[in-house]
T-cell receptor, first 112, second 112 residues
Framework: DTGVSQDPRHKITKRGQNVTFRCDPI?????LYWYRQTLGQGPEFLTY????????KSRLLSDRFSAERPKGSFSTLEIQRTEQGDSAMYLC??????????FGSGTRLTVV | QKEVEQNSGPLSVPEGAIASLNCTYS??????FFWYRQYSGKSPELIMS????GDKEDGRFTAQLNKASQYVSLLIRDSQPSDSATYLC????????????FGTGTQLKVEL
């Protein structure tokens, strides 16, 4: 247990369905990041929050993706109208500042 | 040119030997450098951070940074079978919200 909690651990969904993932950060970490990792690749940045403000979104993040962090606590990542190319491990990471991340266990998404 | 490059491996070393993992990066504005270890099916785990030129040692691990050459490396002394994993190099820009760019990782195999 890293202190960063992600739910669910695994999600299998049919193409076209919507899915939502949740991340609960370490309480004193004000920065929260979402990354996506596919097999054989390093994590790719999707978006990040400082407290409740979403400060940057990757060009990888299509209009089907949306993320929120209400009240600067937990965060959710929603994917609408899932496609097979969305199959990946979705990683949440948090940090207090300019330090290395603490990653959660990830949510593995399989779109069938 | 990829922003962060690593040899994908696998790098095989005998137990007890020194494993040397290398990483180059393209952005001269990079200020923070990290090494993560990732076991198969698990999320990345931070093992070393380095911010200044030179060497930084922590137990069996030594990180080396040369900003002029845009090169960062990780040495693992007395390699153990439990060190077998993929090692991810990550690079960040100060002021970029500590958004990290990851390499694709080097797979290390420590053989008995």
């Amino acid at each position: 247990d890293t202190g960063v909690s992600q739910d669910p651990r695994h999600k299998i969904t049919k193409r076209g369905q919507n899915v939502t993932f949740r991340c609960d950060p370490i309480s004193e970490h004000n920065r929260l990041y979402w990354y996506r990792q596919t097999l054989g690749q390093g994590p790719e940045f999707l978006t990040y929050f400082q407290n409740e403000a979403q400060l940057e979104k990757s060009r990888l993040l299509s209009d089907r993706f949306s993320a929120e962090r209400p009240k600067g606590s937990f965060s959710t990542l929603e994917i609408q109208r899932t496609e097979q190319g969305d199959s990946a491990m979705y990683l949440c990471a948090t940090t207090r500042g300019d330090y290395g991340y603490t990653f959660g266990s990830g949510t593995r998404l399989t779109v069938v | 040119q990829k922003e962060v490059e690593q040899n994908s491996g696998p790098l095989s070393v005998p137990e007890g030997a020194i494993a040397s993992l290398n990483c180059t990066y393209s952005d001269r504005g990079s200020q923070s450098f990290f090494w993560y270890r990732q076991y198969s099916g698990k999320s990345p785990e931070l093992i070393m951070s380095i911010y200044s030129n030179g060497d930084k040692e922590d137990g069996r691990f030594t990180a080396q940074l040369n900003k002029a050459s845009q090169y960062v490396s990780l040495l693992i002394r007395d390699s153990q079978p439990s060190d077998s994993a993929t090692y991810l190099c990550a690079v960040g820009l100060t002021g970029g919200g500590n958004k990290l760019t990851f390499g694709t990782g080097t797979q290390l195999k420590v053989e008995l």
